[in-house]
């Protein structure tokens, strides 16, 4: 079965590369930010991950589409891509020394039975204490803004983390072992582990 990730995010596509799976990267169908911050942040993760599929209906691909979106929850608050340096900062300086979930919604379509499945995962990550000028020499690197909370821990933020509880990998936007075991329980064919040269 063929692998369609309706995705942008280099580090979705770094998770699969990994598991040794064969993939073709789209463009995601839908918009999400129209969705409303007062859905539960698994509903509107897995919300959002049914958007970006569109019109099923209209997708042409013959395969396992899969459809993710993550954000970071903190103290009541959606954090998603900051849109400039200072909402970065803030961010950050709010997430210092503090606690904070990670939410990642996922769909799973196969295009071929039209079945459809989606799931939510979550991981608790701890930050450690850094201060102002920390914050802005992370920014200077240009790496937090593409990403839920401004950070990503597989970068340059890994400096700002200090614990975390649960899927590493979901943090990066991308709850692998959950997939694995969706794609296992519902018999969603796909060749993994590629032989690397």
């Known amino acids: 079965m063929k692998v369609f990730l309706y995705s942008t995010s280099p580090r ?6 990994l598991i040794g799976c064969d ?18 942040p698994e509903d509107y993760v897995i919300k959002s991950s049914l958007v970006k599929l569109g019109n ?20 009541g608050q959606y ?18 020394g503090h606690w904070h ?6 769909t799973l379509f196969n295009s071929i039975d039209r079945s459809l499945f ?9 930050f450690r204490h850094f201060n102002s000028e920390f914050i802005k020499s992370y920014l200077s690197t240009g790496e937090p803004f593409d990403k839920a909370g401004a950070y990503g821990i597989q970068g340059y933020g890994a400096s ?8 590493y990998y979901n943090v990066m936007g991308f ?10 329980e519902r018999n969603f064919r796909i060749s993994l582990f590629k032989r690397r040269i």
Do not use: Q, W
């Not at 954090?79 to 900062?89: C, G, H, S, T, V």
């Not at 979930?101 to 996922?106: E, F, I």
């Not at 700002?160 to 899927?167: A, P, Q, V, Y």
């Open 12 to 17: 979705r596509a770094e998770v699969l590369r």
């Open 23 to 40: 993939f073709i990267i789209k463009e995601p169908l839908g918009d999400e930010r129209g969705i409303s911050k007062t859905l539960s």
């Open 56 to 75: 099923r209906e209209k997708i042409k691909d013959s395969g396992l589409c899969i459809s993710a979106d993550t954000i970071v929850f903190f103290n």
């Open 79 to 96: 954090l998603e891509k900051p849109d400039n340096e200072n909402e970065a900062f803030l961010m950050l300086e709010a997430l210092s």
């Open 101 to 106: 979930h990670v939410y990642t919604g996922m």
């Open 118 to 126: 989606s799931f939510s995962e979550i991981t608790e990550v701890s």
């Open 160 to 167: 700002l983390i200090k614990e975390i509880k649960g899927c």
């Open 175 to 184: 709850p692998l072992a959950k997939f694995l075991d969706v794609i296992e």
